[in-house]
């Protein structure tokens, strides 16, 4: 399917970040800017995927390199 461009560090950061704007959705309910939380989505879908569309289309990746 895709090609993984993240490597475990980067997708863990990613998956943690994601769920600590995710919180915020919940944890404010009252605020104006709460739906603005739901950006988390993103880098949970990105760490668990493990594939960056933004890395893709700059040429980045963070995996090791795999030695043969």
Same mark, same amino acid.
Request: with cysteine.
């Given at each position: 399917?895709?090609?993984?461009?993240?490597?475990?560090?980067?997708?863990? &950061?990613?998956?943690?970040?994601?769920?600590? &704007?995710?919180?915020?959705?919940? &944890?404010?309910?009252?605020?104006?800017?709460?739906?603005?939380?739901?950006?988390? &989505?993103?880098?949970?879908?990105?760490?668990?995927?493990?594939?960056?569309?933004?890395?893709?289309?700059?040429?980045?990746?963070?995996?090791?390199?795999?030695?043969?």
């Amino acid at each position: 399917m895709f090609k993984i461009n993240e490597g475990t560090i980067d997708r863990a &950061l990613r998956v943690v970040a994601g769920l600590v &704007l995710l919180s915020l959705f919940f &944890l404010y309910p009252d605020a104006s800017w709460r739906y603005w939380s739901l950006i988390g &989505l993103v880098p949970i879908a990105t760490g668990l995927m493990g594939w960056c569309p933004l890395y893709t289309v700059l040429g980045l990746s963070t995996c090791p390199v795999k030695r043969t």
